[in-house]
């Protein structure tokens, strides 16, 4: 095999990607994030290309006039339904672990219309996104009313983390309460695991000790 090939396979997340020419089906493309957006407001009505491209430009489209055509054409001559892929799930991930205000609005967009379709996903982000405030705004006593709403969901993942976090509830409410943590004791510990794999099979424990000491 030659490095390209190699390089393509250790490249690729799943099958569909290793597709070329008459097999790839899933090209990417600039308009992909603005798929969604064109297929909702074809289903609203509005068919004219030339609207929906002067819509979509403001959103951050910079691709040519021409490709939205061939999409919106392709949507009214197919005798199937043609609609957007869906967002891969790491980037819905990234889009739920972001602080909203951080996504463009095609993001935000995009994001909406996932979590409408996955009243699962859209109760999990709704969690994620309040324990994110209480964590960085350090408001602990917030605690007790989240981990209440977390069980009232059918969520079996977070009800596991919600048990976790309720058996040493009083040290997790500092953790999010209070301004010390122990960051910089797992900073020395980092180090000195460092400095004994440095070491594994080489020295004993007398040269270890020095370094771990004497080290800046």
């Avoid at 569909?16 to 089906?25: I, S």
């Avoid at 001559?77 to 609609?83: H, I």
Wanted: charged share 30%; hydrophobic share 40%.
């Amino acid at each position: 095999m030659t490095h390209r090939t190699v390089k393509s396979l250790a490249d690729a997340a799943r099958p569909e990607d290793l597709f070329r020419g008459q097999w790839q089906h899933n090209r990417t493309s600039v308009l992909d994030e603005y798929k969604p957006y064109l297929d909702e407001r074809w289903d609203e009505g509005c068919t004219n290309v030339w609207k929906l491209w002067e819509e979509i430009v403001p959103l951050g489209y910079r691709g040519s006039y021409g490709r939205v055509s061939a999409y919106l054409r392709e949507k009214r001559t197919s005798p199937r339904s043609v609609t957007a892929q869906p967002p891969a799930p790491r980037v819905v991930t990234r889009w739920i672990l972001s602080r909203p205000e951080t996504l463009t609005e095609v993001e935000q967009f995009r994001l909406k219309a996932v979590l409408a379709n996955c009243p699962e996903l859209d109760a999990l982000t709704g969690h994620v996104r309040s324990f994110a405030r209480m964590l960085t705004e350090r408001r602990g006593e917030r605690l007790p009313q989240w981990l209440d709403a977390v069980r009232q969901d059918d969520l079996p993942s977070l009800h596991t983390l919600a048990a976790g976090i309720d058996r040493d509830r009083d040290a997790v409410i500092a953790g999010l309460t209070l301004p010390w943590n122990s960051g910089v004791v797992e900073g020395h510990v980092n180090r000195i695991k460092m400095l004994k794999r440095q070491m594994f099979g080489r020295a004993g424990f007398a040269l270890l000790r020095k370094r771990v000491l004497l080290a800046p």
